[in-house]
């Protein structure tokens, strides 16, 4: 993998992949240049508009990555999040229900989505919502120098289970369950090396010195 980071060279066999998860790749890429480098204690719990700050210069060298081919559209888009966002976070967004979030931010919201934003968008109902916020809290405080970009370039063992467990259980309550290439984790615990599988709605990709060891972001493959 060279200097710019590409999720295809983490997983075996990822040109063989189908549109869809072709573009599930180009949006991890996309997403690692706009906000790979936050540590989640500042990319969950600081301020929208402070986020959006700091991602807004990354916009262009996303466009020239082929992974933005509306970037003026994105940029006004994050202004106009930015100046309705007041003191909201990410937290609280994923955390609210639509009633506690004016309208014409989660216009705003959806239309980041659309544009490839994997921005989190209010629920309908509260019936997670409490689940959602102390799940993300706990993630923060285990990990807050984590980031996006760690997901994908560090292993389980290195982060720990607690860490990899917080991650599962916020992919369990939406916050990363876009992130899917149809592929398991089988942990070997009698060689070094890890394998990716073929599973449905599941996400693998191998790090590591060697490339052989399961991400933070890998799901374990499951007897069905």
Excluded at 183 to 195: G, L, P
Aim: proline share 5%; with cysteine; glycine share 4%.
């Amino acid at each position: 993998m060279g200097s710019e980071f590409d999720i295809r060279a983490l997983i075996p066999d990822a040109d063989q992949d189908e549109a869809r998860i072709r573009a599930v790749y180009d949006t991890i890429n996309r997403m690692v240049v706009l906000i790979g480098d936050l540590p989640f204690s500042v990319l969950f719990s600081a301020p929208l508009r402070i986020v959006i700050r700091h991602a807004t210069p990354s916009i262009e060298r996303a466009a020239t990555a082929g992974l933005l081919p509306k970037p003026d559209v994105l940029a006004g888009l994050a202004l106009e999040v930015s100046r309705d966002a007041s003191g909201l976070t990410v937290s609280d967004l994923f955390s609210a229900t639509r009633a506690e979030i004016p309208p014409t931010l989660i216009e705003a919201l959806i239309k980041l989505r659309r544009s490839g934003v994997q921005i989190p968008i209010p629920a309908f109902n509260d019936r997670k919502s409490s689940q959602r916020r102390q799940a993300l809290e706990r993630l923060v405080a285990l990990a807050p120098e984590l980031t996006f970009r760690d997901l994908f370039i560090r292993s389980k063992q290195d982060a720990g289970v607690r860490v990899a467990n917080a991650v599962a259980r916020l992919r369990t309550l939406g916050l990363f369950s876009w992130i899917n290439n149809d592929r398991c984790c089988i942990h070997s615990r009698t060689r070094v090396s890890d394998k990716c599988d073929f599973q449905t709605d599941k996400w693998c990709n191998l790090t590591g010195q060697d490339g052989e060891i399961c991400s933070i972001a890998s799901q374990g493959c499951e007897i069905v």
